[in-house]
């Protein structure tokens, strides 16, 4: 079998941290935070790494942080010994600003067939408010 109908119990927030390192995800300060059986979580930081020029989040960053957190949570629930998931299609709207603090994302699978997935990927500020709402459609590779 190489799908999982949910992300495994016994997986903690350090195994997912190893994804991190030596990736975009370590530039831009992005680190996961909570893992569930259908969702997993991760903050990043609004600063320098991901302001645009008018000293706002970037809406790139943004969906930087939703792909990564989407990516690796596609990454529990498949066998990597047979499957690897790649990301498909993304989409993002951007609701509100923010200037400074950290961002909070919640990848919550909707789909989760034998060879796509489906995230719904929400962005709140530090006043939980919501800052970009994306949905990451992952396709699922045999090796």
Known sequence: ???YKMIPENITIEQIQRFVP????????????EVGSDYLCATMPVDHR???PF???????????AESVGSAA?????????HYPVGLEINAN???PVREGKVYAKACLIHGGRTSHIWDIRITDER?????????TMAIIQK
Do not use: P, W
């Open 1 to 3: 079998m190489y799908l």
């Open 74 to 82: 596609s990454t529990l629930i498949v066998n990597t010994d047979t």
């Open 128 to 136: 939980q408010k919501l800052v970009c709402i994306c949905r990451l």
């Open 94 to 96: 951007h609701v509100r």
């Open 55 to 65: 000293g706002i989040l970037h809406g790139g960053a943004s969906v930087a942080l």
């Open 50 to 52: 991901t302001h645009q």
């Open 22 to 33: 030596e990736t975009l995800m370590e530039h831009l300060g992005i680190e996961f935070t």
